[in-house]
């Protein structure tokens, strides 16, 4: 971290907290905007599923992770809730596509 507030009380550090969250919820919405436009980029359901850049994103915020001085166990934790919950909605959002155009979700 680069710069962290010093508080000097615990309203303060609430806070700080408070506004964080708002950061990451505000982050959560906009990821959860652009995995919406991922779903017209792919041919099929295995595709949605991505194995392959789920398992990439995994190694990057893992790295990122220790760069950073998260915690690696949490971060990890997150991101496999996060991503399990974006691969439902991105699913959902393929079929939906799919239906509109008068097509089945082909497996690959």
Known sequence: MEFVYQCQNLPEVRTQIDRIDR????????RGLYVKQAAA????????EGGKRVDQVMRRVEKLAGELGADPQLTAEVYRTMISHFIASEMHEFERQQAA???TAPSA
């Open 23 to 30: 950061e990451l919820v505000a982050l959560l919405a906009e």
């Open 41 to 48: 980029f792919k041919q099929s359901s295995d595709e949605v």
């Open 101 to 103: 155009m008068g097509k």
